[in-house]
T-cell receptor, first 114, second 111 residues
């Protein structure tokens, strides 16, 4: 069973640029969630995708957007990067409707905005 | 979202039991109590969850107070690999999506 993978591992961008982060779900999972984790803080929910549609969103502006593909992989896009967007971006996959609703997290993408 | 309160940090010795407390006085009847942990340089990892009754799995035990306003994650024999940040999270039974993380408890395990 393949776990959640994310790419790239690290990324450095300049303020104002755009970035795309990628996530492959664990086998058998149909739901993907994205989180942002600033240094020293817990992860903050960005949004979730199920059946290729956004299913819920946290307190993030519209310049954070996403996609889910038929194979359940996902992308997180961030436009007009700001310095405060520097963080670890985590992807988590799960099976919709499971009682435990365990989320399986990837190792994250470390984004640095300069 | 209902709020949880955890100590910022705790220390334990290897091979001793560890009791990690969590207060959630505003918990509602449909809120599940979840615990995740995050090892250094890794994404969070599911540990255990419960609703009303105590729960055991291969990783840990979860003891839930009768009034559900607090819970305790129990690691029966701490190892160096258990050093991590432990998050206590309330998930609404009506919500299928987000986990609301706090700052968690940083557990240090001494050899």
């Amino acid at each position: 069973e393949t776990g959640v993978t994310q790419s790239p591992t690290h990324l450095i961008k300049t303020r104002g640029q755009q970035v795309t982060l990628r996530c492959s779900s664990q086998s058998g999972h149909n739901t993907v969630s994205w989180y942002q984790q600033a240094l020293g803080q817990g992860p903050q929910f960005i949004f979730q995708y199920y059946r290729e549609e956004e299913n819920g969103r946290g307190n993030f502006p519209p310049r954070f957007s996403g996609l889910q593909f038929p194979n359940y992989s996902s992308e997180l896009n961030v436009n007009a990067l700001e310095l405060d967007d520097s963080a670890l971006y985590l992807c988590a996959s799960s099976r919709w409707g499971g009682a435990a609703y365990e989320q399986y997290f990837g190792p994250g993408t470390r984004l640095t905005v300069t | 979202d209902a709020k949880t309160t955890q100590p910022n940090s705790m220390e334990s010795n290897e091979e001793e039991p560890v009791h990690l407390p969590c207060n959630h006085s505003t918990i509602s009847g449909t809120d599940y109590i979840h615990w995740y942990r995050q090892l250094p340089s890794q994404g969070p990892e599911y540990v255990i969850h419960g609703l009303t009754s105590n729960v055991n799995n291969r990783m840990a035990s979860l003891a839930i107070a009768e009034d559900r306003k607090s819970s305790t994650l129990i690691l029966h024999r701490a190892t160096l690999r258990d050093a991590a940040v432990y998050y206590c999270i309330l998930r609404s039974g009506g919500s299928n999506y987000k986990l609301t993380f706090g700052k968690g408890t940083l557990l240090t395990v001494n050899p």
